[in-house]
């Protein structure tokens, strides 16, 4: 029977027979085929789980028109992509389009002997983690963004959307559901959450931003500004004694701050780990005032590039809404000192302008939006839960990279701009030691496998047929064959060599992973092997016992050889 890339076998007994072609099917631990130097096929299992491994530098970059709208009918040829000023060469381009079906299903797949006749139940498409800054929000902000969430919850989820709530402080968590009443129950539960109490009335009164400028940069202004403050609690004091007031005071703020700057990073990491496990469009809503990471800037990138391996896109909204100056706050102790306070109030506003840099920094470096400046929170949560409807991804290698971890600054322009508007990374760190390729390659599945799109860059058949077991048992068995016709081979000591890594997966109507199989094949076939089953190819298959219900069945397979990668789904219904 012919190949066709992408195609679904809906095979009768035939057909499977056809598929368990005797010595072409390899099965898990065997070597079907052995010759006089070894086998000629091995098959070994590996465990599913993969670590973030990087070899280029990838950049999700988002175009949009005069009217916001992201367009997708644009060329690598139509970018220039620029690392610390010099020109990169595009080595990989992609265009992503965010999913829009209302949990698809696959006509026909997934039906067997033993399987019931009614349709797969549609799966989940679309997961959006909304996180919390209840840190740094404080109790008016907090209940005007809860409120606007919580009416937005309540319309905008579709049947194939799932929602998650999670608060910087970890203290409230909703996992990925379509339950409103778990999801409204979450949001009534946020409350502010500082990990130290207000110091307002404090002398000297010295902000986060402050801190840092008098601690990591010794800013002459701002040391000043708090030993002008100091002064004013301290009368009499020594030029010696407010220094060291001043001074303390800014190492313990910083101290708080950069706690609290390694938490939100961490809340965002967590949320990150909860999307990359599903399979579909992930997204997550960082709903905070504004917050610093003075020595967690390393922690950050590497949280970006996470996210981005991940295909997870960050969005931002700033929940202050419309701006004003806090140097203007009359909730604030008066400053009697004139020259101390007009130092403060142009800190203030440097540093409102700092804390929303992180959250602006998160959205453009991984194709998510920033909302701002707006007191319409409601549309702001309409508008950052929905993706862009495309994504250009570009990735290049580095020319003459350094292995020494310092910043680069990422420039990515249009060769014609048009009017429009580009959104992208602003910058990357470099490694510090080289990336193993059997880890990206794992890499590439992983990405592949936790997601709704379907490649067909190898010819691959995937059938799927569940079974009755036993009373709450049942069988799920997955076949792929791979096709040697168009498998790229390496010639070595006389044999056709490649090494195959195929997954098959199971998620659980919610998206969830419910079971995953890894197979390896190293193939070293001779020349009368080829060719004799260069048309029927490797079938393999995989095994699972699940409880009855409905599941998405997703398969991956990739070459070592020509690195090529195909990904197909279907959905099933276990009796």
Same mark, same amino acid.
């Given at each position: 029977?012919?190949? *066709?890339? =992408?195609?679904?076998?809906?095979?009768? $007994? #035939?057909g499977i027979a056809a598929l368990a072609a005797p010595w072409l099917v390899a099965q898990p631990g065997t070597a079907p085929a052995t010759g006089q130097s070894g086998p000629e096929i091995a098959s070994r299992n590996q465990t599913v789980t993969f670590k973030a491994a990087v070899q280029l530098v990838t950049i999700p970059v988002v175009v949009r028109d005069a009217q916001g709208r992201a367009i997708g009918n644009l060329g690598k040829d139509d970018f220039q992509l620029f690392d610390n000023n010099k020109q990169q060469v595009i080595a990989k381009f992609s265009v992503e389009r965010s999913?829009?079906?209302?949990?698809?299903?696959?006509?026909?797949?997934?039906? *067997?002997? =033993?399987?019931?006749?009614?349709?797969? $139940? #549609?799966?989940?498409?679309?997961?959006?983690?909304?996180?919390?800054?209840?840190?740094?929000?404080?109790?008016?902000?907090?209940?005007r963004v809860r409120n606007a969430a919580g009416r937005r919850l309540a319309t905008m989820l579709r049947p194939a959307d799932r929602a998650a709530i999670y608060s910087t402080s970890g203290q409230t968590t909703v996992e990925f559901t379509a339950d409103q009443n778990l999801l409204q129950a979450g949001l009534a539960r946020l409350m502010p959450r500082p990990r130290r109490m207000d110091h307002q009335g404090e002398c000297p009164d010295i902000t986060l931003y402050q801190a840092d400028l008098m601690v990591n940069k010794n800013d002459g202004r701002a040391i000043a500004a708090a030993v002008l403050d100091a002064k004013e609690c301290n009368p009499g004091a020594s030029q010696d004694v407010l220094n060291v007031v001043a001074m303390t005071t800014a190492r313990r703020v910083l101290s708080a701050g950069e706690?609290?700057?390694?938490?939100?990073?961490?809340?965002?990491?967590?949320?990150?780990?909860?999307?990359?496990?599903r399979a579909g469009q992930r997204s997550i809503v960082l709903v905070s005032p504004g917050f610093l990471k003075p020595g967690a800037q390393l922690q950050a990138n590497d949280l970006m590039q996470y996210a981005i391996q991940a295909k997870v896109t960050i969005s931002a909204l700033d929940a202050r809404g419309l701006w004003t100056d806090p140097g203007l706050d009359a909730s604030k102790r008066a400053d009697n000192n004139t020259d101390a306070a007009l130092l403060?109030?142009?800190?203030?506003?440097?540093?409102?302008?700092?804390?929303?840099?992180?959250?602006?920094?998160?959205?453009?470096?991984t194709g998510g939006r920033f909302f701002e400046n707006s007191n319409d929170l409601e549309s702001g949560f309409q508008q950052l839960a929905a993706a862009p409807e495309f994504t250009y991804v570009l990735g290049f290698t580095p020319q003459n990279l350094k292995l020494d971890g310092k910043y680069h600054a990422l420039k990515v322009k249009l060769a014609a701009p048009k009017g429009l508007n580009v959104q992208a990374r602003l910058g990357y760190f470099a490694p510090k030691r080289l990336n193993d390729p059997v880890e990206q390659a794992k890499r590439e599945v992983s990405n592949a496998l936790f997601s709704r799109e379907e490649l067909s860059e190898l010819p691959v058949d995937l059938l799927a047929r569940a079974f009755k077991q036993s009373a709450g048992k049942s069988q799920i068995i997955v076949w792929a064959r791979v096709s040697l016709k168009e498998l790229k081979l390496r010639v070595a000591d006389g044999r056709s060599c490649n090494?195959?890594?195929?997954?098959?997966?199971?998620?659980?109507?919610?998206?969830?992973?419910?079971?995953?199989?890894?197979?390896?094949?190293?193939?070293?076939?001779?020349?009368?092997?080829?060719?004799?089953?260069?048309?029927?190819?490797i079938t393999l298959r995989s095994d699972f016992i699940v409880k009855p219900g409905?599941?998405?069945?997703?398969?991956?397979?990739?070459?070592?050889?020509?690195?090529?990668i195909t990904a197909q789904n279907t959905s099933i219904e276990a009796p």
């Amino acid at each position: 029977m012919p190949f *066709g890339a =992408g195609r679904r076998a809906a095979l009768g $007994a #035939a057909g499977i027979a056809a598929l368990a072609a005797p010595w072409l099917v390899a099965q898990p631990g065997t070597a079907p085929a052995t010759g006089q130097s070894g086998p000629e096929i091995a098959s070994r299992n590996q465990t599913v789980t993969f670590k973030a491994a990087v070899q280029l530098v990838t950049i999700p970059v988002v175009v949009r028109d005069a009217q916001g709208r992201a367009i997708g009918n644009l060329g690598k040829d139509d970018f220039q992509l620029f690392d610390n000023n010099k020109q990169q060469v595009i080595a990989k381009f992609s265009v992503e389009r965010s999913g829009g079906a209302e949990g698809r299903t696959t006509p026909g797949a997934g039906r *067997g002997p =033993g399987s019931p006749s009614r349709p797969a $139940a #549609a799966m989940p498409e679309r997961y959006i983690a909304y996180v919390f800054d209840d840190l740094h929000l404080g109790a008016a902000d907090l209940m005007r963004v809860r409120n606007a969430a919580g009416r937005r919850l309540a319309t905008m989820l579709r049947p194939a959307d799932r929602a998650a709530i999670y608060s910087t402080s970890g203290q409230t968590t909703v996992e990925f559901t379509a339950d409103q009443n778990l999801l409204q129950a979450g949001l009534a539960r946020l409350m502010p959450r500082p990990r130290r109490m207000d110091h307002q009335g404090e002398c000297p009164d010295i902000t986060l931003y402050q801190a840092d400028l008098m601690v990591n940069k010794n800013d002459g202004r701002a040391i000043a500004a708090a030993v002008l403050d100091a002064k004013e609690c301290n009368p009499g004091a020594s030029q010696d004694v407010l220094n060291v007031v001043a001074m303390t005071t800014a190492r313990r703020v910083l101290s708080a701050g950069e706690e609290d700057g390694r938490l939100g990073l961490i809340a965002l990491r967590d949320a990150i780990r909860g999307l990359e496990v599903r399979a579909g469009q992930r997204s997550i809503v960082l709903v905070s005032p504004g917050f610093l990471k003075p020595g967690a800037q390393l922690q950050a990138n590497d949280l970006m590039q996470y996210a981005i391996q991940a295909k997870v896109t960050i969005s931002a909204l700033d929940a202050r809404g419309l701006w004003t100056d806090p140097g203007l706050d009359a909730s604030k102790r008066a400053d009697n000192n004139t020259d101390a306070a007009l130092l403060k109030t142009s800190f203030s506003s440097s540093a409102a302008s700092a804390e929303t840099n992180v959250m602006a920094e998160l959205a453009a470096g991984t194709g998510g939006r920033f909302f701002e400046n707006s007191n319409d929170l409601e549309s702001g949560f309409q508008q950052l839960a929905a993706a862009p409807e495309f994504t250009y991804v570009l990735g290049f290698t580095p020319q003459n990279l350094k292995l020494d971890g310092k910043y680069h600054a990422l420039k990515v322009k249009l060769a014609a701009p048009k009017g429009l508007n580009v959104q992208a990374r602003l910058g990357y760190f470099a490694p510090k030691r080289l990336n193993d390729p059997v880890e990206q390659a794992k890499r590439e599945v992983s990405n592949a496998l936790f997601s709704r799109e379907e490649l067909s860059e190898l010819p691959v058949d995937l059938l799927a047929r569940a079974f009755k077991q036993s009373a709450g048992k049942s069988q799920i068995i997955v076949w792929a064959r791979v096709s040697l016709k168009e498998l790229k081979l390496r010639v070595a000591d006389g044999r056709s060599c490649n090494e195959v890594r195929l997954v098959s997966a199971l998620f659980d109507p919610d998206g969830k992973l419910v079971a995953g199989r890894e197979q390896v094949l190293d193939l070293k076939l001779t020349g009368e092997t080829l060719e004799r089953n260069r048309e029927n190819g490797i079938t393999l298959r995989s095994d699972f016992i699940v409880k009855p219900g409905p599941y998405l069945v997703r398969m991956v397979v990739r070459d070592a050889e020509g690195q090529q990668i195909t990904a197909q789904n279907t959905s099933i219904e276990a009796p």
